[in-house]
């Protein structure tokens, strides 16, 4: 070790020690939560989706949150990929379709939900039988379920994945296309892949306001979607102008701190309520 030599390598040593370590530990405790029959620390967050024209919600997205018991809140961003590369995604991410879909079939009005769903999950067969168990069990209409993917799927396992989505589209079950713009999807793949929704990424709508390019480019992109026959669904829209730029561009619907930040489950049950009222 010694003849390693310098300081820098073993101070690099050290930190990369560390940071496994403290990989391993979460991974354990990540672990260690699924593992647990009640998933009591892990909890959905709700956040509405709306029809850009009238305002009216349409759907909201589940999204994932863990508490751990002494770390507290870990991001999505820290955890989904853990649980990605553990494979322990494919247990929660059943347990998160399932909640999602209770919740939904309680509300009084036809909103969608929306379940992100990870690469890893579509590498089993059964998919779509699980899927359609669910709905069953929870009582959901099919079409009330849109499952969100992303563009990762269209890059390996490519045909497989493809007859995947269609089989669960034959049972009624709708598929988005999440985070459109910030990976490999090409148009040829927007052509090939059966999607219903596609989600414009929040990088596109950031620069709506002040860049003219950004404009056009989102204009072109809604004008393919429409012609392919997808609904666009705009994310991470935070301003009055962001939303009107949309508007007049003829995005049907969008999602962002502007319409509602992610809410948990009581609250959007009394959105539900209200819209109900207001019907
Ligand atoms: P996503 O599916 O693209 O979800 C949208 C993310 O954008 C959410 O982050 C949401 O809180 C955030 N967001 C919404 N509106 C705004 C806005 O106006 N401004 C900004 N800056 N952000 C906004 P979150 O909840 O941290 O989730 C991050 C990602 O984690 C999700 O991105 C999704 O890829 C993944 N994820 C969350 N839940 C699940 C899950 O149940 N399963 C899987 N496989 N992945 C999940
Ligand atoms: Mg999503
Ligand atoms: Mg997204
Ligand atoms: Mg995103």
Known sequence: LKSRGSNAWQVFEQEMLAYQGEHQALEQALRHAVADESFSQFSLDYQPICETRSLRVIGCEALLRWRHPE???VSPGEFISLAESSGLIVPLGYWVLEEACRRAAGWPVPWRVHVNLSVCQMQNDDLPERVAAILARTGLAPWRLVLEVTESILIVHYERHARMLDTLRAGGVSVALDDFGTGYSSLTHLRKLPFDWLKLDIMFIAELESDGNSREVVAALLSMCHALGLSVVA?????????????????????????????????????????????
């Open 71 to 73: 770390r507290g809140l």
């Open 235 to 279: 994310e991470g829209i935070e301003t009055e102008a962001q939303r009107r730029i949309l508007e007049n561009q003829g995005c049907e619907a969008m999602q962002g701190y502007l319409l509602g930040r992610p809410m948990p489950a009581h609250k959007i049950d009394l959105l539900a309520a209200e819209a109900q009222a207001v019907q």
